[in-house]
């Protein structure tokens, strides 16, 4: 599977639990990137943070058999990152999304806005 067709299957995860705001950064003509996406969305509560993290588990799971290299977060979920490697999945209470703007950060990122 390419990290691309990764991307739409973590993305379909987000979307199951009505994530908000989700955006893809195409990181891979970026030099000194760590993988090839980043992909960013928000929730509204804690509960919503994990249960869309949750469900990007599931679909890469049950699609692809994998589980994500590294995951952090679940303890006070206001920001949950999972790590496939070629895509890091980044999910954010909103207040703490506008604190870290990682979107600007990676300002050389093709940037992808969904729904």
Partial sequence: MTSEELSQ?????????KAEDIKVLDLRDVKGSISDFFII???NSDTQIQAIAESVEKEVKESQGERPWRKEG???????????VSNVVHIFKREKRDFYALEDLWGDAKVTSIG
Avoid: Q
């Fill in 74 to 84: 679940f303890t006070n979920r206001e920001w949950i990152l999972l790590d496939y």
């Fill in 41 to 43: 969305c928000s929730g």
């Fill in 9 to 17: 299957i973590i993305i379909k995860g987000m979307e199951e639990r």
